[in-house]
């Protein structure tokens, strides 16, 4: 799995698309399509954008949320919160060729998604975030280790990616931890330039 997962987000500065293009200009390789307020119309005309670039850049798209339009679309695949369609659900509708992401914030999120055959865990948050609303409770890095030892116990081998409310500053420690990968998307389109912010936290 890829270590970097850039979620879009609309700013007063960017717009969805702009933002997924920043990170990929900066060697990000997988994208997370995420347009909580929008329409499936809305989303499929972004995703159209995004897939041939992504496709360029040797990047990873998946959709947040929209099983369908990711199969009509045949894009990599798709990321499915605690409310969205069940894992298990998607994979009958996907199939196997599609990644399937599940968002956990428990070890019973995580035992639930793994037995359904989800591709990778996105666990958080780490922290408080202002991009995501009904955010569950914050894990810290206590919740990471924690999470990865019960997990390690109990033979559950599925690649970790923290998320929620991320800085560059947290990325070592939370590496240390035991998870494959971060997702951010605010700690990069806050930063004065973008495209150069992907390309350090790539470094780190």
């Not at 900066?26 to 499929?44: F, N, T, Y």
């Not at 005309?45 to 949320?65: F, M, N």
């Amino acid at each position: 799995m890829l270590s970097l997962q850039f979620i879009t987000h609309q700013t007063g500065k960017y717009s969805y698309f702009e933002s997924a293009c920043m990170a990929l200009e900066g060697g990000c390789k997988w994208i997370q399509l995420r347009m909580k307020e929008a329409s499936p119309e809305e989303v499929e005309t972004v995703a159209r954008q995004l897939k041939p670039l992504c496709k360029t850049h040797g990047a990873i798209l998946i959709l947040d949320d929209h099983v369908e339009l990711a199969q009509k679309l045949e894009v990599d695949g798709v990321h499915l919160g605690k409310k969205d369609m069940p894992v298990s659900e998607a994979r009958k509708i996907l199939g196997e060729a599609f990644i399937i992401g599940g968002t956990a914030n428990t070890f019973e999120d995580v035992k639930m998604h793994f037995s359904a055959g989800a591709d990778y865990l996105g666990i958080g948050p780490f922290r408080f975030t202002t991009t995501k609303k009904n955010l569950s409770p914050v894990l810290g890095l206590e919740g990471y280790t924690s999470i990865l030892s019960q997990m390690d116990e109990c033979g559950i081998r599925i690649p970790v990616v923290a998320i929620g409310g991320i800085v560059t500053e947290d990325i070592p420690a939370i590496m240390k931890t035991g998870v494959n990968g971060i997702a951010l998307s605010g700690a990069i389109l806050q930063a004065p330039n973008p495209v150069e912010e992907t390309r350090r936290i790539l470094n780190i």
